[in-house]
Structures are given as C-alpha cells and as structure tokens.
C-alpha cells in the first residue's frame, strides 16, 4: 500500500471542489474520489469552505504530523520560557535515575 502525505496531494481546485447540495447527493462517490485521489475534498456552503472530506488512510498520517508540530510548539515555547537543560545535566539524572 503506498503512503501519501499531505504536500504531495493538495486539492485541485477545479476536481475537489464541491458545493453541499451536490455533496449530499453523492456521499458514495465524494467517498471513492478521496480513497482514489488521496486529495481532500472541500465541501462549499453559501460559496464559502465549510468542511473538508479527507480517506481514513490518508487521516492517520495527517493526524500525526499535527500531533507532532503540537509537541514542537510545546517544546519551544518551554526553552523560550527557560524550562530546558543541558545535555550533562539529562545525563545526570538519568544515571541517577536508573542506578547506573
């Protein structure tokens, strides 16, 4: 099974583009065009983005990356706030932690 991410499928905005009335109408084949695809599709209401249908293969990498840019953010706003230390002293308190 080959893996997509979300840089290399981005909509096209001519094939992935749909209003809801037409949406709601064909639920099974808005299914089949993001399994096949791999690109997300935008559902318009009142001619605005509303929702976005994205494959349950292509929802768990997505989730991922998000998840981890989460932590990054995290992490950064630790170290700016001064909640970081050295490399000797993480090694110091592991040592001590494990005994060794």
Known sequence: MQTHTASRRRPHLI???????????????????????????IVTRKGRADAV??????????????LLAGTVRKSRKEID????????TTMQQFRKRQGI
């Open 81 to 88: 706030e001064g909640y970081n230390i050295d490399h000797k």
């Open 53 to 66: 249908l994205v494959s349950a293969a292509d929802f768990d990498p997505l989730m991922d990356v998000f």
């Open 15 to 41: 094939e992935d583009i749909m209003p809801f009335p037409e949406y709601r109408g064909n639920l099974a084949a808005c299914f089949d065009h993001v399994n096949e695809t791999h690109r997300p599709l």
